[in-house]
């Protein structure tokens, strides 16, 4: 089955600067791509997700990239905030022809601390 | 904005004793999943669930676990004899399509086996 691989389990950044999380996957049928956030006590939450057909997607100050050929793709946060402290999971997933293959696999996190 | 509901936030069961987990998915979803979070670990598929009957589960989903669509609107995760590793927050999620949209994830129930 899918493995999926995430880096650095911890992370901490001065306000301002940028952080960058990492992510590889074993499963080269694996097609979609999301990120979560999750604060402490509640919800996972999808920040931003990718399909295999693009290489890079941004949404203000959040981007994924993806290198199919290396199977690895990476959360981009630019000018951090203090409300960016959580727990940050990707996750893969893939769609068979004619039908779907329903779950996500998840990495193990990255807690990330936003210094002021 | 819709929201994926779970009840209860908290449950407390003695060991071997039966639980189960409520959801109530997005209205207008189609695709079903229970997922569960052992304390500072990663999110861990169990069940998906389509069309009344389960699409994919993983190996965590033993025969001690079902899950159950009763009416229009519930979604339910058993677990028949509940064990100590039990112990986790359990989320339910929705989705409109496949495992290529997103998934909606509920605010989980902690479940404590004693």
């Known amino acids: 089955g899918e493995n999926v691989e995430q880096h650095p389990s911890t992370l901490s950044v001065q306000e301002g600067d940028s952080a960058v999380i990492k992510c590889t996957y074993s499963?080269?049928?694996?097609?979609?791509f999301p990120w979560y956030k999750q604060e402490l006590g509640k919800r996972p939450q999808l920040i931003i997700d990718i399909r295999s057909n693009v290489g890079e997607k941004k949404d203000q100050r959040i981007a994924v990239t993806l290198n199919k050929t290396a199977k690895h793709f990476s959360l981009h946060i630019t000018e951090t905030q203090p409300e960016d402290s959580a727990v940050y999971f990707c996750a893969a997933s893939k769609v068979h022809s004619g039908a779907g293959s329903y779950q996500l696999t998840f990495g193990k996190g990255t807690k990330l601390s936003v210094i002021p | 904005e819709p929201e994926v509901t779970q009840t209860p936030s908290h449950q407390v069961t003695q060991m071997g004793q039966e639980v189960i987990l409520r959801c109530v998915p997005i209205?207008?979803?189609?695709?079903f999943y229970w997922y569960r979070q052992i304390l500072g670990q990663k999110v861990e598929f169990l069940v998906s669930?389509?069309?009344?009957?389960?699409?994919?589960k993983s190996e965590i989903f033993d025969d001690q676990f079902s899950v159950e669509r009763p009416d229009g609107s519930n979604f339910t995760l058993k677990i028949r004899s509940t064990k100590l590793e039990d112990s986790a927050m359990y989320f339910c999620a929705s989705s409109v399509g496949r495992g290529d949209t997103e998934a909606f994830f509920g605010q989980g129930t902690r479940l404590t086996v004693v």
């Open positions: 669930f389509y069309n009344n009957e389960i699409s994919e």
């Open positions: 209205s207008n979803h189609l695709y």
């Open positions: 499963d080269s049928a694996s097609n979609y």
